[in-house]
């Protein structure tokens, strides 16, 4: 019974108790899954970091008398056309594709969120005129949307961004505008709006933290789709421009040398893998652990 | 259902009058004058001249957006910047390309993606389970194109089982296909899952088993109808990742759709071309979507008899 | 009642238990009942006293892992334990049915009633397809549903929660199984469709002479329905009596706690109190049990040995036990 009463406690502030809390991170803790995934993206975070004492000198200065050489000691991954080293290339990568990770989905973040609890909570016109545009940018697949904005805005590290970035938002305003929408409804809500409790005040402490399960969840997930996507339009030469190592950048080049030096293009896509799939598996563990259905 | 029927098909015309002004303004967004983009960098002063009088861009914006959805009810695109050739022309001569390697791909993922995920949700936590959970998920992080590149070194160079582009028979369609299809295979088993776990626990399974029915007909007849039904709703998303991972397949196999057309435009700036194909996909994507969403409403019994 | 006749059902030393991430539940941990035939046997407890996960073991209804029942239940003398999957099969839904509480939930929303109530039927008589259809028609007429033919082909959305829960009645009764296993029938209905509900059940039980095993909270019910009751805590039986003597004299401190809570006219006349006597604490979790009598920590006459070891189950007469050191002297 106490159980229930503290729940019920919880839902009338609209935030985990600590003891929830603690309960959910335990879950967590427990799937192995995404505990792997979560290594995963801390390797790459190091990496990223510490990316001038792993590879010292520039992975894009050209070394053509050691064009296309197979795995050696100096070069563990090889080299690539022009005789630079794929695992340095591959590890300055890790930062490029790490930017553009949390530049996609701040994008998603700052403009998104707001956006949908606007559009949530106060309904009527603001609502529907969001909703509008919200449909006809989802009525692109992702990816086309982000390559017609790159047509428009044209190619590039920045440009990439924004444009992967902006086909996000609307994700982030539907998802968090289904939540704000059902959360308004509660009656805490209500109480509180009968109180006088001003709506900002609302937004913030009652329904935003609620709406923070689905965010985390979709943050994780989407850093993974923005890395694949970057790479997408880096192989099709529209993205990062070389010679920015891009992983999906290096590949584009790879390309050309498949039949007789195929570990330009394998390696750098082994990179964007275990990249995508930390944060796969992340997400899904964190969903996993945070569903309200699966309350333990 | 007819109220969800109509509703429905009303939703879809905010959202066409919504792209076609997203694609009239994207093309006035560019940098320069809109004539000379349209008629192409080799296009002499003159020419675009013609061009800015033909398609009324010394006319107000929005009369030049009358004219522009004028010219959309008349199917007509304009004109490639690169070739001359009408785009609609061009368009279509590539699209049932496109279209073969997509339905390829769907039917493939329906049949290896549903049956792996009813198995998993059977048999959770078992290894058959871990295998096609751990596979499925690789399938969801990988990069279509590098999965391509990667079976043609594999199929093409090492083995040489496989031609590694280009069209002619159907051995050049198995790697494109398949390569398209594996990120919807693995979306749809993972989906397929849950889906089956969820309903699995739903009471009227149990209910189902507590009549003695074999676990087999409480599976397929009860617990399999209810799970699908999500799972058609988001067939139509797969579908646009289909589109989109055509656009990336094609490239890498040289193949002659629609999605190598957009990439080739993009690099080439031929704007009419780029903006008929995007429309051509989004069209596309809105119509599957649409059916699939009159599909679901058929089979949910709920929405039918309303 | 003479001690002749055999019970249709009799359950010894049932423990079901679950192996759970944060230790070992031990939802039903050493219960024994009989069922007789042509009897409503009433089963009540609070919510999470087991009462349910017992119904649920009875005709393994329970994924094991992670459950585990042991135990002996034997059904017209055979262990139903013993069964294979096939032989459980044969028993559900066919010698032995049972309804649940919620019937928004426990019918498939994409089959049609008539569906769902013919394929028992098929596939217990092995009668055809349209004989089945007719039959599950006839059930529907039975359970008094207007217009069985066309509710037959509905959908379970389109009938109202009474008509739902009547439609599981037709559903569990449709083979003429000699036990109905009825979970909170009523919980989730309103109070007049209740009564219907119960004075339909009634009515039934006497035609198909089937009997009843009646799981609720609700002593409101029991005292309607029931000619015997077993009450439940923690997992264990702690009182067994026919219905007029648990009510008149109830001997278990939680019985009395039970009873005392029921809000009835004329109260404040007979026991001179006007609050409704509650019972302090709550039902304690299955990961931390008391030591010795479960309901300890809750009993207002506990004594020193009750918190040492838990109670022997003492029989008072035929069919009177009761679990108590009170008793126990």
């Not at chain 1, 729940?7 to 991170?25: D, F, I």
């Not at chain 1, 973040?109 to 609890?117: A, H």
């Not at chain 3, 238990?17 to 409503?40: I, L, Q, S």
């Not at chain 3, 262990?79 to 459980?88: M, P, Q």
């Amino acid at each position: 019974m106490t159980e229930t009463t503290k729940n019920e406690a919880s839902r009338t502030q609209g935030r985990l108790p600590y003891s929830q809390l603690r309960r959910r991170w335990a879950k967590l803790r427990r799937n192995k899954a995404a505990l792997f995934g979560g290594i995963l993206i801390l390797i790459f975070i190091v990496i990223a970091l510490l990316a001038p004492v792993l590879f010292p000198g520039s992975p894009s200065a050209p070394n053509l008398m050691k064009s296309l050489e197979r795995s050696s000691l100096e070069h563990p991954l090889g080299t690539d056309e022009l005789g630079r080293s794929i695992l340095g290339r591959i590890i300055y990568g890790s930062r490029i594709s790490l930017l553009i990770a949390v530049g996609v989905v701040s994008f998603g973040l700052l403009i998104g969120v707001p956006l949908g609890l606007v559009s949530g909570y106060y309904r009527g016109k603001v609502d529907f005129g969001i909703q509008r545009v919200t449909d006809t940018m989802l009525a692109f697949p992702g990816f086309l949307l982000a390559l017609a904005l790159v047509a428009v805005l044209g190619v590039g590290l920045k440009n990439t961004v924004i444009s992967i970035g902006i086909s996000m938002v609307p994700i982030y305003i539907r998802l968090v505008r289904g939540c704000a929408l059902s959360i308004r409804e509660e009656v805490y809500v209500e109480a509180a709006r009968a109180v006088g409790t001003r709506d900002i005040v609302i937004l913030l402490r009652h329904i935003l933290p609620n709406v923070m399960v689905p965010i985390t969840v979709q943050t994780s997930l989407g850093m993974g789709m923005a890395i694949l996507f970057a790479a997408g339009l880096g192989f099709l030469g529209i993205g990062v421009q070389p010679p920015t190592p891009e992983w999906g950048t290096m590949l584009s080049s790879g390309r050309a040398y498949l039949f007789h030096s195929p570990h330009v293009a394998t390696f750098p896509g082994i990179a964007i893998v275990l990249a995508v799939l930390g944060f796969n598996l992340l997400g899904d563990g964190l969903r996993d652990a945070l569903d309200p259905r699966f309350r333990l | 259902m007819l109220q969800y029927v109509i509703k429905r098909l009303l939703s879809t015309i905010p959202v066409l009058i919504g792209i076609s002004l997203l694609l009239f303004f994207m093309l006035r967004m560019l940098p320069g004058d809109p004539a000379q983009v349209l008629a192409g960098q080799m296009a002499t002063p003159d020419e675009v001249e013609l061009i800015r009088h033909q398609l009324g861009l010394d006319r107000p914006v929005h009369v030049q957006y009358a004219f522009f959805l004028g010219r959309l009810a008349r199917f007509d695109l304009g004109r490639s910047a690169r070739t001359q050739n009408p785009v609609t022309e061009e368009i279509w001569a590539r699209l049932p390309n496109t279209m073969l390697l997509a339905v390829v791909a769907i039917t493939l993922a329906c049949l290896f993606g549903i049956p792996a995920g009813i198995i998993s949700a059977v048999r959770p936590y078992t290894w058959i389970d871990y295998v096609v959970t751990s596979t499925a998920i690789f399938g969801i992080s990988m990069p279509v194109f590098w999965l391509g590149l990667m079976l043609v070194v594999v199929f093409a160079v090492w083995l040489q089982w496989l031609p590694a582009g280009g069209t002619g028979s159907w051995r050049h369609v198995i790697l494109p296909s398949f390569t398209l299809a594996a990120f919807v295979v693995a979306f749809i088993a993972r989906m397929t899952r849950s889906s089956m776990i969820e309903v699995l626990s739903q009471d009227y399974t149990t209910t189902a088993r507590s009549k003695g029915l074999k676990e087999q007909v409480v599976v397929i007849k009860h617990a399999l109808k209810n799970a699908l039904i999500p799972i058609i709703t988001v067939i139509g998303l797969q579908f646009g990742m289909l589109l989109g991972g055509a656009v990336l397949t094609e490239t890498v196999f040289a193949w002659p759709g629609v999605g190598r057309l957009i990439v080739d435009s993009i690099l080439a700036r031929d704007y009419p071309m780029i903006q008929g194909a995007i429309l051509v996909f989004g069209l596309l994507y809105i119509l599957v979507n649409l059916v699939v969403d009159l599909l679901y409403a058929y089979v949910d019994p709920r929405i039918r008899y309303d | 009642m003479n001690g002749q006749v055999k019970p249709l059902l009799a359950i010894h030393g049932l423990a079901t238990r679950f192996h759970t991430f944060e230790g070992m539940v031990n939802a039903v941990d050493g219960v024994d009942m009989e069922v007789f035939p042509g009897e409503t046997l009433g089963l009540v407890g609070e919510s999470g006293c087991g009462k349910s996960v017992t119904a649920l073991s009875i005709l393994q209804l329970l994924r094991c892992p992670p459950a585990e029942i042991r135990g002996r239940i034997l059904f017209e003398g055979i262990n139903l334990l013993d069964l294979g999957r096939e032989g459980i099969r044969k028993i559900r839904g066919n010698s032995i049915s049972m309804i649940f509480q919620e019937p928004m939930t426990s019918l498939n929303p994409v089959l049609t009633i008539g569906e769902q109530i013919a394929e028992a039927i098929v596939l217990h008589q092995g009668t055809s397809k349209q004989e089945a259809w007719e039959r599950a028609v006839e059930m529907l007429q039975m359970v008094q549903i207007p217009e069985p033919g066309a509710r037959a082909r509905d959908y379970p959305h389109k009938l109202s929660g009474g008509m739902r829960q009547r439609a599981m009645i037709a559903m569990a009764l449709s083979c003429h199984p000699q036990l109905l296993l009825a979970d909170e029938p009523t919980t989730a209905l309103d109070v007049t469709i209740q009564a219907q509900i119960t004075s339909l059940m009634a009515r039934l039980k006497e035609e198909f002479e089937t009997s009843i095993v009646i799981i609720t909270h609700n002593l409101g019910l029991i005292a309607e329905m029931a000619r015997r009751v077993v009450v439940m805590y923690a997992g264990k039986v702690v009182e067994e009596a026919p219905v007029e003597e648990l009510f008149k004299e109830p001997l278990h401190p939680y019985t009395q706690g039970l009873l005392g809570s029921i809000p009835w006219i004329g109260r404040k006349l007979k026991t001179g109190r006007r609050e409704l006597q509650e019972i302090p604490g709550i039902v304690p979790s299955p990961l931390e049990m008391p030591e010795g009598c479960r309901f300890h920590p809750r009993c207002p006459r506990v004594m020193d040995i009750c918190c040492e070891q838990e109670p022997p189950m003492v029989r008072l007469a035929e069919h009177r036990r009761v679990s108590c050191w009170l008793e126990a002297k």
